[in-house]
């Protein structure tokens, strides 16, 4: 007699296997435990085989049916329905395996290792949001350059000029580790170069007329924040490291007794020296005295395990009257000390950009020698915060 939903769903467990059966194979296994599915019993070749065709109430009594319909064709065809389903599961796992998504979070899981979390936060949410939507179930190998610059195009179309390029570039690199892992052979990506128009250029807000730095660096003594946070302004157009680096920055790097602190740039195993001129010495003496028990010289206000926000410079800049867009940014001390140290203390460039840990090829075709200019470095870094004392204490004529 064949089943009815009534029967399937009163049929309370036992302390045995039940099975209620419909015909054709067909039956619905109740455990002890309560669980219940449908199977499928049938002969492939003499053999007696079973065949799971889902769980109740997820695949109801007429799904089970058609599902068992479905089976039975494929029996009248001469295949076997269960290994077809081990095939069919095999291909989907292979085709998502093959999908741009996975061969892209593949290589974000393996740069992880080596970039900021923000920036990894930052990459991810670019692919989340502007390309797997359209192309991240799409099999890797069969992604060509037009569909690719269709999703250039829309984020372009928003005015995203310079995240479009990004995107290009991010996408290529994903072909290439496709490339390297066997998933594809060849990087449609790369011949998009150019199919978007040039980003206009912008840069760092920044301040490079010296009187200004003299007025700007007076109005650090009226913030009214909290005194790590004042000493992290202070010591940002001093050491005109990366934002990132002077808030991520560790007592444990920190040698006042040598004026020197080392850390490694972006997770990386290139180690950079910032030598302290006897300014930041003095800062630092006293930030110890309130933080120095930590980990961190500028700790969150909120939690002392980590760092402080990377919006927290430039948010004390706004307080102070700055507008971050078109006057200073964190990021612009840099421009700053760049620009000076070599228009006005004629510093040499090559050891400018030694010190601010840009890539300077050398003689011998290195990117970036870590000993290269030490005394010279050591000399321009005093000379540089001696400067900054200067410009502070001398007052525009009227």
């Known amino acids: 007699m064949a089943l009815t939903e009534l029967a ?11 099975k209620l059966f419909d015909g054709g194979g067909l039956f619905l296994l109740i455990t002890p435990a309560g669980g219940r ?3 499928l019993k049938y002969r492939f070749n003499g053999k007696e085989k079973s065949l799971a065709l889902g769980t109740y109430p997820e695949v109801s009594l007429s799904e089970a049916r058609k599902r068992r319909e479905t089976a039975r064709q494929k029996l009248a065809e001469g295949n076997d329905p269960g290994e077809t389903k081990k095939a069919e599961k095999r291909a989907a796992k292979l085709a998502a395996g093959n999908s741009f998504e996975a061969v892209a979070r593949a290589w974000m899981k393996e740069r992880q290792s080596y970039v900021e979390a923000a920036q990894h936060e930052k990459t991810l949410s670019r692919f989340v949001n502007d390309i797997f939507p359209w192309i991240g179930r799409r099999p890797i190998a069969e992604l060509e350059a037009p569909e690719i610059l269709d999703v250039l195009k829309r984020v372009d179309s928003r005015g995203a000029r310079y995240t479009s390029h990004r995107i290009r570039s991010e996408i290529s690199r994903v072909f290439r580790y496709g490339i390297k892992e066997g998933f594809c052979k060849h990087d449609p990506a790369r011949d998009l170069q150019g199919a978007i128009p040039p980003a206009k250029t912008t840069h ?6 010296p009187e200004k730095v003299g007025e700007m660096l007076r109005a650090f003594d009226g913030f009214s924040g909290t005194f790590p946070v004042l000493c992290a302004l202070r010591l940002a157009p001093m050491l005109f490291v990366r934002p990132g680096e002077l808030r991520k920055a560790e ?14 740039i972006n997770k990386t195993k290139i180690e950079h020296l910032v030598p302290l001129s006897t300014q930041a010495v003095a800062i630092l003496h006293e930030l110890y005295a309130l933080t120095g028990s930590g980990q961190y010289l500028f700790p969150s ?3 002392r395990k980590r760092p402080m926000s990377d919006a927290t410079i430039n948010a004390a800049l706004r307080r102070l009257g700055y507008d971050t867009r078109t006057e200073i940014t964190g990021h612009g001390f840099r421009a700053m000390a760049r620009t000076i140290l070599h228009e006005e203390l004629e510093q040499k460039p090559e050891v400018i950009e030694h ?4 890539s300077v090829p050398d003689n011998l075709g290195r990117a970036y020698n870590r000993t290269k200019f030490i005394k010279e470095r050591r000399g321009m870094m005093q000379k540089w915060a001696d400067y900054l004392e200067v410009l502070k204490r001398t007052m525009p004529t009227v």
């Open 301 to 303: 206000a909120r939690d």
């Open 37 to 39: 599915r449908w199977v």
């Open 355 to 358: 010190q601010l840990a840009h």
């Open 8 to 18: 399937v769903r009163n049929t309370k467990p036992t302390d045995k296997q039940q």
């Open 204 to 209: 760092f807000a920044s301040i490079t007329d």
């Open 251 to 264: 007592w444990e790097e920190i040698n006042l007794e040598k004026a020197e602190w080392r850390y490694h």
